[in-house]
């Protein structure tokens, strides 16, 4: 299965630039997709196939990458984005996750 | 608006079976490949299963086949998930997704999910 990395957390400050890594154990093109998931809700859709908004999303959210190495970029930070950030693929089967990248507001 | 609503979750012993629904709305539910995702308590994401828009086509991971069938009925917009054989690895919340098809696949709206505990 393709493993996904992610680092476990980070804490910035309000107003601040964040970018949120994402390292693929092997390639999966530009299929990756970006979801925040605020405590006790469901997944939300941020970005897809690497770099693609999703509808409703805050243009402070970006993404990038190709190949292996990607981020999820919020510019600037806001106090709602306190959440957990999962990267995903569907390059490879089974589609997996990250093990999600806890974003702490200082 | 896309709503996804899960039900059918519970407290279920080891090797014994449960069945959960998912009642679609907001969108035409046959026109989308459907999944489920689960979350086992503090922990991350893992795909459990997709179905295809009639029905005919099922995917599963290695740590599901043979245990969990998805199913869906377009004229009720409803999904379901047979789970068999259920184990302790088992226990997560289990949300609902639209797979939603891009060039690819990913999942672009889910329910709030429904707890399911497998313990004796």
């Known amino acids: 299965d393709t493993v996904l990395t992610q680092s476990p957390a980070l804490a910035v400050s309000p107003g601040e630039r964040v970018s949120i890594s994402c390292r693929a154990s092997e390639g999966v093109n530009s299929y990756m997709h970006w979801y925040q998931q605020k405590p006790g809700q469901q997944p939300k859709l941020l970005i897809y196939k690497a770099s693609n908004l999703a509808s409703g999303v805050p243009a402070r959210f970006s993404g990038s990458g190709s190949g292996t190495d990607f981020t999820l970029t919020i510019d600037p930070v806001e106090a709602d984005d306190t959440a957990t950030y999962f990267c995903?693929?569907?390059?490879?089967?089974?589609?997996?996750f990250g093990g999600g990248t806890k974003l702490e507001l200082k | 608006e896309v709503q996804l609503v899960e039900s059918g979750g519970g407290l279920v012993q080891p090797g014994r079976s449960l069945k959960l629904s998912c009642a679609a709305s907001g969108f035409t539910f046959s026109n989308y490949y459907m999944a489920w995702v689960r979350q086992a308590p503090k922990k991350g994401l893992e795909w459990v299963a997709t179905?295809?828009?009639?029905?005919?086509?099922?995917y599963y991971p290695d740590s599901v086949k043979g245990r969990f069938t998805i199913s869906r009925d377009n004229a009720k917009s409803s999904l379901y998930l047979q789970m068999n054989s259920l184990k302790s690895e088992d226990t997560a919340t289990y949300y609902c997704a639209r797979h939603y098809y891009d060039g690819t696949y990913y999942f672009d709206y889910w329910g709030q999910g429904v707890m399911v505990t497998v313990s004796s």
């Open positions: 995903q693929q569907s390059w490879n089967d089974p589609r997996t």
């Open positions: 179905i295809s828009t009639s029905g005919s086509r099922t």
